[in-house]
């Protein structure tokens, strides 16, 4: 009794430890890290429901364009697929057209539209911009919704992509939530990335 009792007080501290150092890391990364000005900025995609982007993407776009307006020679690039069956426009063209509106020149916009994962974004952006064959290697930059930022820069280092991080806002309702489902899906970053890029299936879809 006394050995079950020391285990399970062991495992709730090792648990409780776990939560904290988590949660530290992501109070940590939730202001980006960017310092400079890149010459990419990735504007990961989220949900859109038909045709209308949702709050969190909405988000996503404005804070973009706001630094796209104040960093006139940063090209962006935006990012997400058709993911759902309900989608009629892919999360790029959304972003796209938010990006327009808010006075983003069209010829500093490309669309990477095919990706479902995180792990695609990256892949297929890094993909796009070896295309245009920039002069010098690039500085690469994303940007997130702020609770999003840490995993999304664990997937980019994952796939070889080496990108600073910049943090969008997130609706407010909601918002712990959201840390709460981060610190559970963290964990399937590895069965993510096995199954994407080795022969092991996998289903998962991480956003």
Known sequence: MKIRTAFL??????????????????AAAKNGNLSGEPDF???L???????????MLRLRAEAAAKFLNEHKNVRAICCGGIVHEDQTKSEA??????????????????????????????VNAKKLIDSLKPEKEPEIAFISSEFHLM?????????????????????????????????????????????????????????
């Open 93 to 122: 063209q959304a972003i796209k057209e938010i990006l327009l509106q808010n006075g983003i020149e069209s010829e500093r916009i490309f669309l990477e539209d095919k990706s479902q994962t995180t792990f695609e974004n990256f």
């Open 45 to 55: 995609g989220c949900r859109v429901k038909v045709d209308t982007p949702d709050e």
């Open 151 to 207: 995993r999304a820069s664990v997937i980019a280092s994952l796939v070889g992509v080496k990108a600073s991080s910049v943090p969008a806002p997130s609706p407010k309702k909601g918002r712990a939530l959201f840390y709460v489902y981060e610190g559970l899906v963290f964990p399937l970053l590895y069965r993510e990335y096995l199954g994407k890029h080795t022969n092991i299936p996998s289903d998962m879809k991480i956003i």
């Open 41 to 43: 900025l990735l504007i």
């Open 9 to 26: 007080a062991a495992s709730a501290a090792a648990l409780t430890g776990l939560c904290a150092g988590f949660a530290a890391c992501e």
